[in-house]
């Protein structure tokens, strides 16, 4: 790691990027090193030791300081950093414990036991242990006996069942299982008509049900590897580096990079530096997405229970993949490694599992073209370029690209998704693919937290909506024009917004800071296409989904508001969302204040998503509104131009 | 041009680009060569005798062979292809003509004089001869001597005047002048308070009003050339420039580039190869941007009348301008010319007016990671590559950036808009940007035609609405989900969308074509954000601008409907629009069918607009749905390593 590290800082040059894990002094908001995890788990094993008790850790992250502490530190980051804690959700006797362990002291600080609805985070040692019961369970053996099939190429995948009402719950999932021979497609050859679920505090099949026998599809044209493709090829992608004699560039961001098992990327104290005030100036103390809802449109037995929530049930960060150098990132690209904790306690790398890369799409940053002033052609122009972060959480059959881009002046979030054979039946609800094939129809609905702190902590929310004026007194030609009219959010149903219904430009503002003309400093939200369910809001998973019923949400920073579907998502009931939250009702103006943006898609699957799907992406952005006096890239001086280098492809 | 040529062939080697000028045998749609332009006034001139007549040349295009025609020579493009014609439009005693030419037999074919309202496109000589008046017209040089302004550094700019209810119009425009001393910013220094209206058709100022006075902005802070920036800078960017040590690389796409003076670039006969058919397959017969509408909010005397068609009235493609290598294009782009016909009808060259180039953006084409299958781990990822055709009109103070990019399967269109110095005037319809400088409200729209073939001239229009379906029965766990209910368009009427009032997908579909599964093959619009105008439906300006009521509007095809804003734009009164002709509500079913799409912005200006504002960016994407049996890139073989170049910055 340590070499990554000085790699990092050779090659990025200007942009400030404190780092995941570092061989020197923490950053109070560094995630967990390997060594801290270690730490984590034997401190915990001394008052629960393993060897007696059936302990599994179903979440080990940071427990970040509060912000306060955070921001007094920031402003003297020579002075001691606060303590470090580790958050553990712990799994014991069929109980999940909230455990507080500070790292500095090695003592565990609170230990409670929680008795509300839902259940932890599912690690994936237990997801594997669920996925193999079958294998050795008679009922089952028997079932793929009757089918003709192989058990040897079945292979069984765990699912979230949600909850549809039931008053008492056991910590449970389903399994469906597929039929791998011919393909590395897994979810291409369902075993349908099975449903089995399984205990996990037991670890023990407790419902066994062999429905219906249905036709395993074929595995022709499920196959996706390169090397073994049949011809007619498509032609080979010609490879692409870019080449920088002056290295890299620059950009004007300076931020916090962080991971967790949950979240998966952190960005904080995202501040951009201000070229005329000549300092940085804060905008983003926190953002992550917080969840990601992906509710089934098919009600039928074998399917209804389909809502995943893929942060809260599965982890986002659990599922990161290793990028593949030249592929999944350019040839600029410098990789970070990241950790979690496995069921019991032990840090677990995975590789590569950021890229972060200067990007030149070919974009123009600005330009002018002046042809009116008389003996003189002025021609200006600035190419764009921005700072990429990505990381790609493989769930399921779901692969989701999440970037954060850079740019010189906007914070732009997209997330691409691909789906390899998007979930497969022979049913009406969605529509054929392939012979036996339907893809059914879906939504992916990405919920980000945005602790935005505009030039400071305390912000407002200000709509300002577009109103049409009708010139009523012949004092125009006209018959009517647009204005715009604002209004502060003065309390969180003020801000609660779905698009679509009249127009209006959200900023946050910073109402005690003005610019050099009076306006209030502000960075707007530039949102992506509306994605609205199409749930009935009474319907158990839009309930428990409730945080996706308005595209905008804003709510006074509270630290223990960070999951918008709560902080126990697996079978919640709804009682822990942003949704229930927000009933209060609090004061958001002049105060510090989260915005809560959902995106997302509705998936009518097409031919063309067989047997994996290609790019369907969103995003949206953060642009700065009267934050500076003028264009802050103004000053961007040209790049020295690069000719056609004379290069050579050795390494 | 012929070296151009060349160039392009080598270069995009399997990009099979027809050119806008070849010094061979021209395809049907090649855009009218220099000595075409000539010819065509020679033929006119014999006519019409410039030494007798005053006739100017407002227009002179292709008149594009009839589709039946073009597509019968496609079949067999070894026969003859169909004659030369060219479409004048000529200005002569006041009245305009509509000429055609044709080009092999030297005749005019047609000559007609048009008697409706509304003018033709204004020439950039006339506009050029028009805003000289002044520096001669006595009452002015008075208002600028009162002014205490020195003469010589005032400039005068054009701007077309509406239509706001009159019976009776003469061809006239208004000027508007601005103070350059200090400032190369034309439109940051307006010298306000003064009325110029000047008659095209006499050249002569027939109006004159020296209102009021108002103070002149300040030159200070409107500065937007490196070269005469003052410290501090922002950092420089560093160059970087794209390294294809195998060459360029491939797209499956096959099209058409025209260049009309009018539209600007036209993408014809746009076809995409089908690996598995072996064989291209139409989609585009014919997109570009048919009009552009920006009207601005202020409803006072100086302003009311500001509601531009870029298009109609100034000439998206007369508005191009040269591109600079390096900055609006990559190192890796090539260029090519256009032409365009002067007042007089001899040919004007616009240097380096379109590149063309592959884009490496470090996006990723599809991927999958596969960790279920025991043993094993798998994971495909292809890099994305696109090409990019780019042009960039210069209209008054507005650079617009407009991209078609060719995915391998996506075709997606994109306009970028910068302002300089965003129209400034002291005035509370606005945004204080600076010292006595008002960024007025203002809208752009851009409409597209976009004539899909979708495998074959007759499609139909679908529109796939997503419907919540409530279980009431029972028979679920579930209380709701949502389906597709498809809907075929069957007239005019039923294919005028508005978006945000339900979700549907759109679909063009080719319902005599189907997949193996029996899917119609289609093409669907993804739309960018929607943009509704805001102006009253009965107000002069938006009955002018009525093709933006609707988002989507689909039309039967007719040679004659190509200007959603009507042949002669300037002072039109809309009744020649889209949303005319639609009042006919003609049948579109499994017709010949063109699909007219409209995206825009608000522009509420920001501080960060001042002096040049940076990007602000829209589009959409036309995706392939069921039109592939599969996963059309699935069989995209990854590109060969390139490492990091050993390279030296010699060019």
Same mark, same amino acid.
């Given at each position: 790691?340590?070499?990554?590290?000085?790699?990092?800082? $050779?090659?990025?040059?200007?942009?400030?990027?404190?780092?995941?894990?570092?061989?020197?002094?923490?950053?109070?908001?560094?995630?967990?090193?390997?060594?801290?995890?270690?730490?984590?788990?034997?401190?915990?094993?001394?008052?629960?030791?393993?060897?007696?008790?059936?302990?599994?850790?179903?979440?080990?992250?940071?427990?970040?300081?509060?912000?306060?502490?955070?921001?007094? /530190?920031?402003?003297?980051?020579?002075?001691?950093?606060?303590?470090?804690?580790?958050?553990?959700?712990?799994?014991?006797?069929?109980?999940?414990?909230?455990?507080?362990?500070?790292?500095?002291?090695?003592?565990?600080?609170?230990?409670?036991?929680?008795?509300?609805?839902?259940?932890?985070?599912?690690?994936?040692?237990?997801?594997?242990?669920?996925?193999?019961?079958?294998?050795?369970?008679?009922?089952?053996?028997?079932?793929?006996?009757?089918?003709?099939?192989?058990?040897?190429?079945?292979?069984?995948?765990?699912?979230?069942?949600?909850?549809?009402?039931?008053?008492?719950?056991?910590?449970?999932?389903?399994?469906?299982?597929?039929?791998?021979?011919?393909?590395?497609?897994?979810?291409?050859?369902?075993?349908?008509?099975?449903?089995?679920?399984? @205990?996990?505090?037991?670890?023990?099949?407790?419902?066994?049900? @062999?429905?219906?026998?249905?036709?395993?599809?074929?595995?022709?044209?499920?196959?996706?590897?390169?090397?073994?493709?049949?011809?007619?090829?498509?032609?080979?992608?010609?490879?692409?580096?870019?080449?920088?004699?002056?290295?890299?560039? /620059?950009?004007?961001?300076?931020?916090?990079?962080?991971?967790?098992?949950?979240?998966?990327?952190?960005?904080?104290?995202?501040?951009?530096?201000?070229?005329?005030?000549?300092?940085?100036?804060?905008?983003?103390?926190?953002?992550?997405?917080?969840?990601?809802?992906?509710?089934?449109?098919?009600?039928?037995?074998?399917?209804?229970?389909?809502?995943?929530?893929?942060?809260?049930?599965?982890?986002?960060?659990?599922?990161?993949?290793?990028?593949?150098?030249?592929?999944?990132?350019?040839?600029?690209?410098?990789?970070?490694?990241?950790?979690?904790?496995?069921?019991?306690?032990?840090?677990?790398?995975?590789?590569?599992?950021?890229?972060?890369?200067?990007?030149?799409?070919?974009?123009?940053? /600005?330009?002018?073209?002046?042809?009116?002033?008389?003996?003189?052609?002025?021609?200006?122009?600035?190419?764009?370029?921005?700072?990429?972060?990505?990381?790609?959480?493989?769930?399921?059959?779901?692969?989701?690209?999440?970037?954060?881009?850079?740019?010189?002046?906007?914070?732009?979030?997209?997330?691409?998704?691909?789906?390899?054979? &998007?979930?497969?039946?022979?049913?009406?609800?969605?529509?054929?693919?392939?012979?036996?094939?339907?893809?059914?129809?879906?939504?992916?609905?990405?919920?980000?937290?945005?602790?935005?702190?505009? @030039?400071?902590?305390?912000?407002?929310?200000?709509?300002?909506?577009?109103?049409?004026?009708?010139?009523?007194?012949?004092?125009?030609?006209?018959?009517?024009?647009?204005?715009?009219?604002?209004?502060?959010?003065?309390?969180?149903?003020?801000?609660?917004?779905? $698009?679509?219904?009249?127009?209006?430009?959200?900023?946050?503002?910073?109402?005690?800071?003005?610019?050099?003309?009076?306006?209030?400093?502000?960075?707007?939200?530039?949102?992506?296409?509306?994605?609205?369910?199409?749930?009935?809001?009474?319907?158990?998973?839009?309930?428990?989904?409730?945080?996706?019923?308005?595209?905008?949400?804003?709510?006074?920073?509270?630290?223990?508001?960070?999951?918008?579907?709560?902080?126990?998502?697996?079978?919640?009931?709804?009682?822990?969302?942003?949704?229930?939250?927000?009933?209060?009702?609090?004061?958001?103006?002049?105060?510090?204040?989260?915005? /809560?943006?959902?995106?997302?898609?509705?998936?009518?699957?097409?031919?063309?998503? $067989?047997?994996?799907?290609?790019?369907?992406?969103?995003?949206?952005?953060?642009?700065?509104?009267?934050?500076?006096?003028?264009?802050?890239?103004?000053?961007?001086?040209?790049?020295?131009?690069?000719?056609?280098? &004379?290069?050579?492809?050795?390494?």
């Amino acid at each position: 790691m340590a070499s990554t590290l000085k790699l990092i800082l $050779f090659v990025l040059l200007s942009f400030h990027i404190f780092l995941l894990v570092s061989s020197h002094q923490h950053h109070p908001l560094d995630s967990l090193t390997p060594s801290e995890f270690t730490l984590v788990r034997t401190i915990v094993n001394k008052t629960y030791p393993s060897s007696k008790l059936n302990i599994t850790f179903q979440y080990i992250g940071l427990d970040e300081p509060d912000k306060p502490i955070i921001l007094s /530190w920031l402003s003297n980051p020579k002075s001691k950093p606060p303590p470090r804690r580790a958050f553990v959700i712990a799994r014991l006797d069929k109980q999940s414990h909230e455990i507080i362990v500070d790292l500095s002291t090695r003592v565990i600080v609170s230990d409670k036991v929680y008795h509300g609805h839902g259940y932890p985070l599912l690690t994936l040692d237990e997801q594997f242990a669920a996925s193999e019961l079958p294998q050795t369970y008679e009922p089952f053996i028997e079932s793929i006996k009757k089918r003709g099939l192989n058990l040897s190429e079945v292979v069984c995948s765990t699912f979230t069942v949600g909850w549809f009402g039931e008053l008492k719950s056991k910590r449970v999932l389903k399994l469906l299982c597929f039929y791998i021979d011919g393909t590395v497609n897994l979810y291409a050859r369902p075993v349908e008509g099975i449903t089995l679920v399984v @205990d996990l505090d037991e670890m023990k099949i407790v419902e066994y049900n @062999d429905r219906l026998i249905v036709p395993v599809p074929k595995a022709e044209g499920t196959e996706y590897r390169e090397s073994t493709q049949k011809p007619p090829f498509g032609p080979r992608l010609n490879g692409a580096a870019l080449v920088q004699p002056d290295g890299p560039g /620059w950009a004007n961001w300076k931020f916090h990079l962080g991971f967790d098992v949950r979240a998966g990327p952190i960005i904080s104290l995202a501040s951009i530096y201000d070229l005329e005030k000549q300092k940085y100036r804060q905008v983003l103390y926190r953002g992550f997405i917080s969840e990601l809802f992906v509710p089934y449109m098919d009600p039928t037995e074998e399917w209804y229970y389909k809502t995943f929530f893929d942060s809260g049930e599965f982890g986002f960060g659990q599922s990161a993949v290793s990028l593949k150098p030249l592929a999944d990132c350019p040839a600029n690209a410098v990789f970070l490694d990241a950790y979690y904790a496995s069921s019991n306690g032990t840090p677990v790398k995975i590789s590569n599992a950021f890229c972060i890369f200067e990007n030149h799409a070919g974009n123009i940053m /600005w330009r002018h073209t002046e042809t009116s002033i008389p003996g003189e052609v002025i021609r200006e122009v600035r190419p764009d370029v921005s700072l990429m972060v990505r990381m790609v959480a493989t769930v399921g059959n779901y692969d989701y690209i999440i970037d954060w881009e850079f740019k010189p002046r906007i914070l732009e979030m997209k997330g691409v998704i691909y789906t390899h054979t &998007n979930q497969i039946k022979e049913n009406v609800h969605g529509t054929l693919l392939a012979e036996n094939t339907i893809g059914v129809y879906h939504d992916h609905f990405l919920t980000y937290y945005l602790d935005l702190d505009v @030039d400071g902590e305390d912000n407002s929310f200000v709509k300002n909506n577009l109103e049409t004026i009708k010139v009523t007194n012949h004092s125009s030609p006209r018959k009517s024009y647009w204005t715009v009219v604002s209004e502060i959010a003065k309390t969180e149903s003020d801000a609660q917004i779905r $698009f679509g219904l009249k127009p209006a430009e959200l900023v946050v503002v910073n109402p005690n800071k003005k610019t050099k003309v009076g306006n209030n400093v502000g960075y707007r939200l530039i949102p992506g296409s509306a994605t609205h369910p199409l749930l009935s809001y009474n319907d158990y998973p839009q309930i428990r989904g409730a945080f996706t019923n308005n595209d905008v949400w804003v709510t006074p920073y509270n630290k223990s508001e960070k999951w918008a579907g709560g902080l126990y998502v697996d079978q919640s009931q709804g009682d822990d969302t942003l949704a229930v939250w927000s009933l209060r009702n609090r004061k958001i103006e002049n105060k510090d204040i989260v915005l /809560w943006y959902t995106t997302g898609f509705h998936h009518v699957p097409c031919q063309e998503d $067989f047997p994996v799907m290609p790019t369907l992406s969103g995003g949206f952005e953060l642009r700065p509104t009267n934050f500076f006096d003028s264009n802050p890239v103004l000053k961007t001086r040209p790049p020295n131009l690069v000719h056609w280098p &004379n290069c050579t492809n050795k390494p």
